[in-house]
């Protein structure tokens, strides 16, 4: 399955033109199409699909030092400077890093007192682990990532889609190393298992029909009623 991948400029109107893909957004010499399979994975998912946490302020842990009780922590915050305090360990610069990697800098700072400590850091509570769903779903709002969230999952957790849902015109935005993408999903198409039920990512954003997220696809739309495959793009904004 090949969905087309295009950036898009707000700053001319757009029209679609023809070409051997299918239909192409034209609108300047901003647009750029090109062909991939899905919108780009967040940063820190590795290349076995796993999600590597970054954590960030305000972000509670659990601290755990094997056999030293009194040097554990069973949940701990991070300040909103990123940084954390662990006893005898001190305070940390936690924010940017993964869970293994504040485990690695506390056993560091811990070398001084004990002899191969073992530290292990979970996460207790994130800030920053959630998705917005917004739009036409029974109850907008933003609500956390629970292991391999897909599209469908992220709506039922927003109590499912509203009386007026438009499902053939699903949004969902995503960041990546700065770059703004957005991609155009058929919520309707993935149910009768046209095509896989894409997986999001904490911090993205859906938003389901009727909305003004949709406008910026009103011109396809017009042109293929019918999303058989996901249409994926990459926002450029002029400066």
């Known amino acids: 399955m090949i969905s ?24 300047g010499p901003a647009v750029q199409v090109l062909d991939t399979a899905e919108l780009p994975a967040p940063k820190q998912v ?37 940084r954390v305090a662990v006893p005898l360990a001190g305070a940390i610069d936690a924010g940017g890093k993964t869970p ?19 530290v292990t850091v979970n996460i207790v509570d994130s800030a920053r682990n959630v998705i917005t769903v917004d739009g036409q779903v029974r109850e ?28 053939r015109e699903v949004v969902v935005f995503r960041k990546v190393e700065g770059q703004q993408y957005a991609a155009l999903y058929n919520l309707d198409a993935i149910r009768k298992g046209v095509y896989d039920d894409p997986r999001v990512y904490p911090s993205d954003i859906v938003v389901v029909g009727d909305s003004p997220a949709r406008r910026m696809f009103s011109e396809i739309l017009k042109i293929t009623p019918l999303i058989t495959t996901p249409l994926v793009t990459l926002i450029a904004y002029r400066r």
Request: charged share 20%; with cysteine.
């Open 4 to 27: 087309r991948f295009l950036m898009l400029s707000f700053a001319t109107p757009l029209a679609l033109a023809g070409c051997a893909t299918g239909p192409a957004l034209v609108g």
């Open 46 to 82: 590795g290349a076995d699909g796993e999600l590597a946490y970054i954590i960030g302020p305000l972000d509670k842990l659990s601290v755990t030092v094997l056999g030293l009780e009194e040097l554990s922590s069973k949940e701990v915050q991070v300040d909103t400077a990123g």
């Open 100 to 118: 293994s990697q504040l485990s690695s800098m506390i056993e560091g700072r811990l070398r001084a007192y004990v002899r191969n400590p073992q």
């Open 140 to 167: 907008p709002g933003i609500y956390p990532v629970i292991g391999e969230m897909t599209l469908m999952r992220a709506v039922a957790s927003a109590k499912g889609a509203g009386d007026f849902a438009k499902l």
